[in-house]
């Protein structure tokens, strides 16, 4: 089994951060969202990885190659982003005739038993049921979980049954096959050669499709998800920092998780609060926000907030969505 992750988006629903980092590299409770996906994958037994780059790809190679080391990763510059499907075919000559890839969109973090999905005997779409599946990819099932139809972002969906971005396919050639054909005849939805029209050709073609269900799933692409997702992560086990070193004249308000080399005084910190390393706060509350490393934050009350790396902040009461290395002075 190979892994193939897309991660050459720009990620415009979260500027500015994705101006000066991708958007697999926004973290969430403590660490990028690409790592909730690598570690995932390792720990249901995935060696071998390939991500399609593209928008400031060298920071996610740098990344995963010095957190990684111990996996076999390849990485396919995707030139022109022409949607999801173009960029698993930019992808095509890493994957061996009939090798069973699973696609995972990267920037989507799950709870599913992987090793279970991976021994399904077909292949197999993660849905969920949504409320509104207009902006997702929808699948018709019957029988229980066989998928009869998939379509892109419908106008008038005929299921709730969200496509949420996993994706395991044993008749890799007849993907790629399927991708060829609309590359060729230029065949487009919503302005882009997507992977749900590549796999609905093969079920056309006779090729059986199972669904599988999705514990947990949180789509990472906009600042509110992202803020609940980092709440609803701190309050698993694992996600939220246990030892938490003095801090003087400070109230830390559980869960947080702080990142090594933090400096805080006469502040109050949480609940739901994670902070990168090295971020230096004053005379400040914090609460339901997630900080950058090398932050400095004083005279500040701030909530609902995103602020990216290295950000310099001095008296301010707001809700805020700043980008790396951004200095707001309200003093």
Known sequence: MKAI??????????????????????????????????????????????????????????????????????FVVQVNRHGIGHAIWTARKHIRKNEEIFIVLGDTIFEVDLKKVFKMPY??????????PRGFGVAEISNGSDIDHVVEKPNIPRSNSALVGLYKIKESAELITALDYL???????????QLTDAIQRM???????KSFSIDNWYDCG?????????????????FASKKIPFFENTII???????????????????????????????????????????????????????????????????????NSTEIDFS
Request: hydrophobic share 40%; proline share 5%; aromatic share 4%.
């Open 253 to 323: 308000i559980h869960p947080v998780n702080i990142g090594g080399g933090c400096k805080i005084t006469n502040s109050i910190i949480g609940p739901n609060v994670s902070l990168g390393e090295k971020v230096n706060i004053d005379r400040s509350i914090i609460k339901e926000s997630i900080i950058g490393p090398y932050s400095q934050i004083t005279h500040g009350i701030l909530h609902n907030s995103v602020i990216g790396n290295e950000a310099v902040i001095k008296g301010v009461s707001q809700s805020l969505n700043i980008g």
């Open 183 to 193: 590359i060729k005849k230029d065949i487009r939805t919503k302005n882009e050669i």
């Open 123 to 132: 292949s197999a779409l993660g849905v969920k049921k949504v409320e509104d």
């Open 5 to 74: 992750i897309p991660v050459a988006g720009i990620g415009t629903r979260l500027k500015p951060h994705t101006h000066t980092q991708p958007k697999a590299l926004v973290p969430v409770a403590g660490k990028p969202i690409l790592s909730f996906i690598i570690d995932g994958l390792v720990k249901a037994g995935i060696k071998d990885f390939v991500f399609i780059i593209g928008y400031l790809g060298e920071e996610i190679k740098e990344y995963v190659e010095k957190k990684y080391p111990k996996i076999h990763s390849e």
């Open 203 to 209: 079920i056309e073609k006779g090729i059986k499709f």
């Open 222 to 238: 906009k600042k509110q998800i992202l803020l609940e997702t980092n709440a609803i992560l701190l309050k698993k086990t694992g």
